[in-house]
């Protein structure tokens, strides 16, 4: 009989490989590494900014599908195990009793059929609200093909709901997940998420996607058109990119790895869409639908698009501010509440407001005159 332990090693060891939170350990080597929390227990960060410690665990290991780059695909040859909703639920409530863990993001594999695991997955969650009156955050994995009163609950219960549909289209995910419909069991269910947060059931946290990048061939410019139209249509709240790693022992195992600077590059383009006003159309790709890898996209546009530089920083809009390369959202809201008070004079005033004062000089007009770069920051001191 496999006691809590060796479960929770295993089924928390399977579900590394779902992004929950925007916080990403990436190693010396360009690996990531596993958290310093412990295998099953993750930093994340909160919707409000918080970073908090969250049980990351499976359900179940059991699945029916073979999706090519999954470790837990029913060709793979381990052993399986599943949670019972009280066992999982006692667990978490001991880790959280003894302040190990703050929040839970659950997901199983599909152990058979998914309206079966969905139900055990939100007995789980019941009990854990319910009996053992935990209020804090539950991020719940939605599985595919899931109805639509199984998804009702979830929205009920969890602070944050995901369904990962890892490919951007259906012929994409056709080509790593040949089980599971773009449209049908993925797309339809995320139209239902935002239905019923239209109808007021809206989580916390809201909904969130995944992204397998580079295990179907597919551009960086089929993700991130897929993305946008996301963020547009059903209020996407974030979505996260996970850079294709070989698994031994799976059909893709011999695929290459992509490497963690396209996926830095993917989340860069993700900031630029939510926090800096960009389109898709607006970006700047490769032939082949890539964006570069040598400079940040943003970077890439101001060197692609003269026509809007040099921009004055006295007088500039807050939109147009937020095109020149080193000043973000929050320096931008600096450079417009203090430039009321004074001018800005120089590249120091710029760095006094957290802009990359180095980045931005090129781009820019202080005092109505094309800034000097002093030496410290040419030589990036
Ligand atoms: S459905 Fe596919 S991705 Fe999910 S656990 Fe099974 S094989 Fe892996």
Aim: net charge positive; with cysteine; charged share 25%.
């Amino acid at each position: 009989m496999m006691d809590l332990f060796e479960k929770i090693e295993i089924l928390g060891q399977a579900a590394q490989y779902d992004i929950c939170g925007s916080y990403l350990c990436q190693g010396k080597a360009g690996h990531r590494q596993k958290s310093p929390l412990g295998r099953w227990i993750y930093p994340a960060v909160m919707p409000d900014g918080r970073e908090i410690r969250l049980l990351k665990v499976l359900m179940s290991n059991v699945c029916e599908n073979d999706c090519l780059y999954c470790c837990n695909s029913c060709t793979q040859d381990f052993r399986r195990v599943s949670f019972q909703p009280e066992e999982l639920a006692r667990l978490f409530f001991q880790l959280w009793h003894s302040r190990r863990v703050q929040g839970l993001f659950l997901s199983s594999a599909v152990a058979g059929n998914t309206e079966t695991v969905m139900t055990r997955m939100l007995e789980t969650v019941e009990i854990i609200r319910w009996r053992y009156r935990f209020r804090g955050y539950i991020h719940l994995k939605i599985l595919p093909g899931a109805s639509f009163s199984i998804i009702e609950q979830a929205v009920r219960l969890a602070d944050r709901v995901s369904l990962n549909l890892e490919a951007p289209n259906p012929q994409r995910l056709q080509k790593i997940a040949p089980q599971k419909q773009f449209d049908h069991d993925l797309l339809s269910r995320m139209k239902w998420i935002r239905k019923l947060a239209d109808q007021g059931w809206r989580t916390r946290g809201g909904q969130t996607t995944q992204f397998v990048v580079g295990a179907a061939g597919e551009s960086d410019k089929e993700i991130l058109t897929t993305a946008s139209s996301l963020y547009r249509d059903l209020g996407l709240r974030r979505a996260y990119f996970s850079a294709f790693q070989p698994v031994p022992g799976t059909p893709l195992e011999n695929h290459p790895p992509t490497s963690l600077i396209r996926e830095h590059r993917l989340y860069q383009t993700d900031f630029l869409f939510r926090q800096y006003g960009f389109s898709v159309d607006e970006l700047i790709f490769d032939s082949q639908g890539n964006l570069p890898l040598k400079a940040d996209p943003k970077l890439t546009w101001a060197l692609n698009h003269p026509e809007w530089f040099p921009i004055d920083v006295n007088t500039a809009s807050k939109e147009q501010l937020l095109r020149v390369p080193g000043i973000g959202p929050k320096s931008a809201r600096r450079i417009l509440k203090l430039r009321r008070q004074h001018r800005f004079r120089d590249l120091k005033d710029l760095s006094a407001v957290g802009a990359i004062a180095s980045r931005s000089a090129q781009f820019v007009l202080l005092n109505g005159k094309r800034p000097q770069m002093p030496k410290q920051l040419q030589f990036g001191l």
